[in-house]
């Protein structure tokens, strides 16, 4: 759909004219916020994205997790698909063909291991519409998984709606460095909390 594109390109332009400190400080009050949320207290082994370009950068967040859960990262096997793979503070990094790091080697996680998935984005939507690059690998990993998906973006990434394909994985919480959008809740008895926080 062209309208699409356009929008990805549009805030992908966007995206590119942040300085280095708006990505360190919009990136440190995403994770302020996803630091408190139930759904990353509750969660065991977490699964996240090492940042790319300007994306919302994980670095810092990577770390501070590594004291506190089981973490993974996304590797693409030869045969094209995602897994998610552990990793410690001792992991090797290569490039991948997409010039991003992922870990050199690592037990690969099964699925249903998985009890937070922190997504990354083009654009989303306050329904949980997400769109990325156009590989699928997020939507074919996360598919028919019970793992709780949360999407991090900058504000100006988040829009009212997105067109989706019934293919598509909708996210069920996302965070800017403004406000907290949750489609469906991690826990009732929290939702209220949760809904307060937005900003």
Do not use: H, W
């Not at 996304?74 to 897994?83: G, L």
């Not at 306050?126 to 598919?143: H, M, Q, S």
């Not at 826990?187 to 926080?197: E, G, L, R, T």
């Amino acid at each position: 759909m062209i309208i699409k594109e356009a929008l990805k390109k549009e805030i992908l332009r966007k995206r590119e004219e942040l300085t280095g400190e708006q990505v360190r400080q919009y990136s440190r009050a995403i994770f302020a916020s996803v630091f408190e949320l139930d759904c990353y207290r509750k969660a065991k082994n977490v699964f996240i994205y090492n940042s790319f370009k300007k994306e919302v950068a994980t670095g810092e967040a990577i770390k501070k997790m590594l004291k506190e859960k089981n973490v993974f990262l996304p590797k693409i096997t030869q045969d094209d698909r995602m897994v998610a793979v552990r990793i410690s503070e001792d992991t090797g990094y290569k490039l991948s063909r997409y010039g991003i790091l992922e870990p050199e080697e690592g037990e690969e996680a099964n699925k249903d291991e998985i009890d937070l998935c922190i997504t990354p984005g083009i654009v989303f939507d306050k329904f949980g519409g997400r769109k990325g690059y156009g590989k699928a690998y997020y939507d074919i990993f996360l598919r028919g998984t019970s793992i709780y998906k949360l999407g991090v973006c900058y504000d100006f990434q988040l829009v009212d709606f997105i067109p989706v394909d019934l293919l598509d994985v909708n996210m069920d919480m996302v965070v800017t460095e403004k406000r907290i959008i949750v489609i469906n809740c991690c826990d009732n008895a929290v939702k209220q909390k949760i809904m307060s926080q937005r900003i």
